[in-house]
């Protein structure tokens, strides 16, 4: 499972766009979906998270969890919770362990912020979203990053790629795409 079954990049004009299309892709999540989320400071992570849960219908309020690593919001009708991780300072997989992701797995959306390289073995399916602004670029696939304050009005780059069973063929996700893409 290497390949992605979906990939896009898509621009955005600014940060509202983004919280838009993340809006749109939690409208489509269900239990067990594992999204990591990857971007510099500033980037739109948590803007992206709160789309993303304004979409899946759960409580307001989303804001970083830096600080405490992890934070749920519960639903607020019959879908599924929604379990924001930080995983910037977790330095080893006992950390990650510590966590207990596997136990909300099946009944909540995991979204996790830095977890690329750190959370792929939790779902056979995941969506992995990179957030760049200008300023960001790539080197030998390793992302560089300005940290720059930045704009929440400038243009970002959204990519997303589709893993696993859960997201082939799936028309929810590729109508969001297909209505993104310019």
């Known amino acids: 499972m ?3 079954s979906i990939a ?3 621009e955005v004009s600014g940060i509202d766009e983004t919280r838009d299309f993340a809006h749109r892709l939690g409208e489509i999540m269900h239990a067990g979906d594992l999204v990591i989320l990857t971007g510099e400071l500033g980037a739109g992570k948590t803007t992206f998270t709160q789309g993303l849960g304004l979409g899946m219908g759960v409580r307001e309020g989303i804001i970083s969890p830096t600080f405490v690593i992890s934070r749920i919001h519960p639903a607020l009708g019959h879908g599924p919770d929604l379990v924001h991780v930080d995983a ?3 330095d080893s997989a006992a950390e990650l362990d510590d966590l207990d992701l596997e136990a909300s797995m099946g009944q909540s959306v995991t979204v996790v912020e830095w977890g690329a390289g750190k ?3 939790l779902s056979d399916s995941r969506l992995e979203i990179v957030l760049l602004r200008p300023g960001s670029a790539e080197i ?10 930045g704009e929440d009005d400038e243009p970002r780059t959204i990519r997303i790629a589709a893993f696993g069973p859960r997201w082939e063929n799936d028309p929810g996700l590729a109508a969001l795409l297909t209505d993104f893409e310019r």
């Not at 030998?140 to 304050?149: G, Y």
């Open 2 to 4: 290497n390949e992605a």
């Open 8 to 10: 896009a990049e898509l």
């Open 88 to 90: 910037y300072r977790l």
């Open 119 to 121: 959370v792929e073995q």
């Open 140 to 149: 030998h696939e390793d992302l560089v990053f300005d940290f720059n304050e």
